[in-house]
């Protein structure tokens, strides 16, 4: 891989991440473990970032705002959503 080559490439990750940059700690742990994993429910989310479910829920919101994440309902449990990063 050349200079060229690899600056673009650090380009290109720090452009997938500008949307998560000003968000709380909470929302980029989130974001985070969903990067490592394709799709998490919200229970575990809380389980694998050892966070609290009420600020699971809120990391989930703002990152929705930005657009970060994907969400749907579970066909295995109607009750529960399946979020994935988006970005």
């Not at 429910?41 to 930005?66: D, H, I, K």
Request: proline fraction near 6%; avoid cysteine; glycine fraction near 0%.
């Amino acid at each position: 891989m050349s200079t060229t080559e690899a600056v673009a490439a650090d380009e290109d990750v720090t452009d997938r991440w500008e949307p998560v940059r000003d968000l709380p700690p909470s929302a980029k742990l989130v974001a985070k473990v969903l990067d490592y994993n394709d799709t998490l429910t919200q229970s575990e989310l809380a389980e694998e970032t050892l966070l609290p479910p009420r600020t699971v829920r809120y990391a989930l919101s703002r990152l929705e705002e930005e657009d970060v994440v994907d969400s749907r309902f579970s066909f295995a449990d109607a009750r529960k959503r399946l979020y994935s990063l988006s970005v």
